[in-house]
Protein backbone atom coordinates (compact mmCIF):
# COMPACT_ATOMS: atom_id res chain seq x y z
CA UNK A 1 0.00 0.00 0.00
CA UNK A 2 1.27 3.23 -0.93
CA UNK A 3 1.96 5.80 2.03
CA UNK A 4 0.32 8.98 0.36
CA UNK A 5 -2.67 7.88 -2.07
CA UNK A 6 -4.59 9.89 -4.68
CA UNK A 7 -6.76 9.89 -7.26
CA UNK A 8 -4.67 10.53 -10.18
CA UNK A 9 -7.73 12.23 -12.46
CA UNK A 10 -7.63 13.82 -14.86
CA UNK A 11 -10.81 16.23 -13.55
CA UNK A 12 -11.89 17.90 -16.49
CA UNK A 13 -14.19 20.42 -14.92
CA UNK A 14 -15.61 24.10 -16.84
CA UNK A 15 -14.62 27.19 -15.45
CA UNK A 16 -16.54 28.06 -12.21
CA UNK A 17 -16.99 24.47 -11.13
CA UNK A 18 -16.02 23.38 -7.62
CA UNK A 19 -13.94 20.57 -7.57
CA UNK A 20 -12.88 17.71 -4.49
CA UNK A 21 -9.97 16.19 -4.25
CA UNK A 22 -9.35 13.00 -1.58
CA UNK A 23 -6.19 11.78 -0.23
CA UNK A 24 -4.98 9.23 2.27
CA UNK A 25 -2.38 8.37 3.96
CA UNK A 26 -0.84 5.30 5.95
CA UNK A 27 0.95 6.63 9.00
CA UNK A 28 -1.64 7.17 11.55
CA UNK A 29 2.33 9.14 13.23
CA UNK A 30 2.45 11.69 10.46
CA UNK A 31 1.93 15.26 12.27
CA UNK A 32 1.99 17.72 9.52
CA UNK A 33 -0.01 17.72 6.27
CA UNK A 34 0.05 19.91 3.34
CA UNK A 35 -1.53 20.45 -0.68
CA UNK A 36 1.05 21.49 -3.22
CA UNK A 37 0.71 22.56 -6.65
CA UNK A 38 2.53 21.57 -9.28
CA UNK A 39 3.11 22.71 -12.92
CA UNK A 40 4.02 20.42 -15.84
CA UNK A 41 7.69 20.20 -15.36
CA UNK A 42 7.75 23.23 -12.88
CA UNK A 43 8.55 22.42 -9.00
CA UNK A 44 6.04 22.02 -6.21
CA UNK A 45 4.60 24.82 -4.72
CA UNK A 46 3.12 25.25 -1.54
CA UNK A 47 -0.92 25.91 -1.38
CA UNK A 48 -1.57 25.11 2.47
CA UNK A 49 -0.95 23.36 5.37
CA UNK A 50 -3.75 21.58 6.76
CA UNK A 51 -5.05 21.84 9.88
CA UNK A 52 -7.30 19.89 12.32
CA UNK A 53 -9.68 22.38 12.06
CA UNK A 54 -9.62 22.72 8.76
CA UNK A 55 -8.35 25.82 7.04
CA UNK A 56 -9.85 28.11 4.23
CA UNK A 57 -7.82 30.36 1.75
CA UNK A 58 -9.86 32.25 -0.66
CA UNK A 59 -11.45 29.50 -2.93
CA UNK A 60 -9.76 26.73 -1.45
CA UNK A 61 -10.74 24.96 1.45
CA UNK A 62 -8.74 21.65 3.33
CA UNK A 63 -9.95 19.83 5.77
CA UNK A 64 -8.02 17.21 7.65
CA UNK A 65 -9.75 13.86 9.12
CA UNK A 66 -7.10 12.34 11.67
CA UNK A 67 -9.14 9.44 12.76
CA UNK A 68 -9.82 8.19 9.32
CA UNK A 69 -6.75 9.63 8.18
CA UNK A 70 -8.16 11.60 4.85
CA UNK A 71 -7.29 14.73 4.13
CA UNK A 72 -9.33 16.77 1.20
CA UNK A 73 -9.08 19.88 -0.44
CA UNK A 74 -12.14 21.56 -2.07
CA UNK A 75 -11.46 24.38 -4.77
CA UNK A 76 -14.70 26.84 -5.32
CA UNK A 77 -15.41 28.77 -8.41
CA UNK A 78 -12.41 26.67 -10.51
CA UNK A 79 -10.25 29.29 -12.93
CA UNK A 80 -7.73 28.18 -15.90
CA UNK A 81 -5.22 29.21 -14.33
CA UNK A 82 -6.20 26.72 -11.38
CA UNK A 83 -5.14 24.03 -14.21
CA UNK A 84 -2.57 21.86 -12.52
CA UNK A 85 -1.83 18.69 -10.72
CA UNK A 86 -2.66 18.81 -7.01
CA UNK A 87 -0.16 16.93 -4.39
CA UNK A 88 -1.18 15.71 -0.96
CA UNK A 89 1.63 15.58 1.22
CA UNK A 90 2.50 14.29 4.60
CA UNK A 91 5.15 14.14 7.24
CA UNK A 92 6.75 10.79 7.44
CA UNK A 93 5.70 9.99 11.20
CA UNK A 94 7.74 12.68 13.67
CA UNK A 95 10.26 13.38 11.59
CA UNK A 96 10.55 16.63 8.88
CA UNK A 97 10.63 14.41 5.56
CA UNK A 98 7.76 14.82 3.22
CA UNK A 99 5.97 11.88 1.84
CA UNK A 100 4.59 12.91 -1.52
CA UNK A 101 1.15 11.54 -3.08
CA UNK A 102 1.55 11.19 -6.99
CA UNK A 103 -0.89 13.87 -7.43
CA UNK A 104 -4.24 14.58 -9.22
CA UNK A 105 -4.10 16.17 -12.08
CA UNK A 106 -6.53 19.02 -13.18
CA UNK A 107 -7.65 20.81 -16.29
CA UNK A 108 -10.24 23.38 -15.97
CA UNK A 109 -11.92 23.81 -19.41
CA UNK A 110 -13.12 27.30 -20.52
CA UNK B 1 8.57 30.93 2.07
CA UNK B 2 11.84 31.05 1.75
CA UNK B 3 13.23 31.79 -1.66
CA UNK B 4 15.42 28.72 -3.07
CA UNK B 5 17.54 28.98 -5.77
CA UNK B 6 18.99 25.70 -8.59
CA UNK B 7 21.43 25.60 -11.10
CA UNK B 8 22.08 24.74 -13.48
CA UNK B 9 18.37 24.38 -14.68
CA UNK B 10 18.87 21.82 -17.50
CA UNK B 11 21.90 19.55 -18.14
CA UNK B 12 22.45 17.21 -20.91
CA UNK B 13 25.76 15.12 -20.51
CA UNK B 14 27.46 12.11 -21.55
CA UNK B 15 27.48 8.67 -20.14
CA UNK B 16 30.04 8.11 -17.42
CA UNK B 17 30.63 11.72 -16.41
CA UNK B 18 29.93 13.67 -13.12
CA UNK B 19 27.54 16.55 -13.07
CA UNK B 20 27.30 18.64 -10.23
CA UNK B 21 24.33 20.83 -8.96
CA UNK B 22 23.71 23.75 -6.66
CA UNK B 23 20.92 24.82 -4.38
CA UNK B 24 21.54 27.96 -2.70
CA UNK B 25 19.06 28.98 -0.01
CA UNK B 26 18.78 32.72 -0.70
CA UNK B 27 16.71 34.94 2.05
CA UNK B 28 17.51 32.59 5.46
CA UNK B 29 20.27 29.97 6.78
CA UNK B 30 19.37 26.82 5.94
CA UNK B 31 20.68 24.15 8.48
CA UNK B 32 19.02 21.37 6.09
CA UNK B 33 18.13 21.02 2.53
CA UNK B 34 16.79 17.88 0.98
CA UNK B 35 17.28 16.66 -2.49
CA UNK B 36 14.22 14.78 -3.98
CA UNK B 37 14.39 12.54 -7.53
CA UNK B 38 11.10 12.95 -9.67
CA UNK B 39 10.73 10.68 -12.93
CA UNK B 40 7.87 11.55 -15.83
CA UNK B 41 4.51 10.39 -13.86
CA UNK B 42 5.86 9.81 -10.71
CA UNK B 43 5.77 11.09 -7.35
CA UNK B 44 9.18 13.09 -5.47
CA UNK B 45 11.21 10.96 -3.96
CA UNK B 46 13.56 12.07 -0.98
CA UNK B 47 17.00 11.40 -2.00
CA UNK B 48 18.91 12.49 0.79
CA UNK B 49 18.75 14.79 3.96
CA UNK B 50 21.68 17.46 3.62
CA UNK B 51 22.81 19.07 7.00
CA UNK B 52 25.19 21.78 7.43
CA UNK B 53 28.50 20.64 8.69
CA UNK B 54 27.86 16.82 9.05
CA UNK B 55 27.35 13.68 6.68
CA UNK B 56 24.67 13.59 4.93
CA UNK B 57 21.26 10.95 5.00
CA UNK B 58 20.53 8.92 2.20
CA UNK B 59 17.35 7.40 2.07
CA UNK B 60 16.70 3.54 1.48
CA UNK B 61 17.90 2.45 -1.99
CA UNK B 62 19.77 5.43 -2.73
CA UNK B 63 23.48 5.15 -2.94
CA UNK B 64 25.91 7.43 -1.33
CA UNK B 65 28.71 6.86 -3.32
CA UNK B 66 27.00 7.65 -6.76
CA UNK B 67 25.16 10.56 -5.32
CA UNK B 68 27.79 13.04 -3.23
CA UNK B 69 25.92 15.77 -1.19
CA UNK B 70 27.82 18.52 0.51
CA UNK B 71 26.62 21.42 2.61
CA UNK B 72 29.75 23.51 3.51
CA UNK B 73 27.44 26.52 4.09
CA UNK B 74 24.33 27.62 5.34
CA UNK B 75 23.19 29.01 2.03
CA UNK B 76 24.71 26.16 -0.44
CA UNK B 77 24.45 22.50 -1.05
CA UNK B 78 25.39 20.55 -3.59
CA UNK B 79 24.37 16.92 -5.19
CA UNK B 80 26.63 15.54 -7.55
CA UNK B 81 25.77 12.84 -9.70
CA UNK B 82 29.09 10.74 -10.33
CA UNK B 83 29.53 8.05 -13.44
CA UNK B 84 26.12 8.97 -14.50
CA UNK B 85 24.08 6.64 -16.45
CA UNK B 86 21.16 7.33 -18.67
CA UNK B 87 18.42 5.51 -15.93
CA UNK B 88 19.91 8.79 -13.69
CA UNK B 89 17.77 11.26 -16.25
CA UNK B 90 15.31 12.54 -13.97
CA UNK B 91 14.02 15.78 -12.54
CA UNK B 92 16.13 16.54 -9.85
CA UNK B 93 14.88 19.17 -6.73
CA UNK B 94 16.14 20.44 -3.76
CA UNK B 95 14.24 22.08 -0.76
CA UNK B 96 14.48 24.00 2.66
CA UNK B 97 12.31 24.09 5.67
CA UNK B 98 10.51 26.53 7.36
CA UNK B 99 11.92 25.97 11.07
CA UNK B 100 9.14 24.85 13.03
CA UNK B 101 6.29 24.24 10.75
CA UNK B 102 8.10 21.79 8.26
CA UNK B 103 6.54 23.36 5.65
CA UNK B 104 8.97 22.83 2.72
CA UNK B 105 10.09 25.59 -0.01
CA UNK B 106 11.51 24.14 -3.18
CA UNK B 107 13.67 25.53 -5.84
CA UNK B 108 13.00 25.76 -9.64
CA UNK B 109 14.93 22.02 -10.53
CA UNK B 110 17.65 20.66 -12.85
CA UNK B 111 16.79 18.58 -15.64
CA UNK B 112 19.04 16.05 -16.24
CA UNK B 113 19.32 14.10 -19.07
CA UNK B 114 22.05 11.40 -19.61
CA UNK B 115 23.03 10.65 -23.12
Known amino acids: RKEVEQDPGPFNVPEGATVAFNCTYSNSASQSFFWYRQDCRKEPKLLMSVYSSGNEDGRFTAQLNRASQYISLLIRDSKLSDSATYLCVVTGGATNKLIFGTGTLLAVQP | GAVVSQHPSRVICKSGTSVKIECRSLDFQATTMFWYRQFPKQSLMLMAT?????????EQGVEKDKFLINHASLTLSTLTVTSAHPEDSSFYICSVDSYGTYEQYFGPGTRLTVT
Open chain 2, 50 to 58: SNEGSKATY
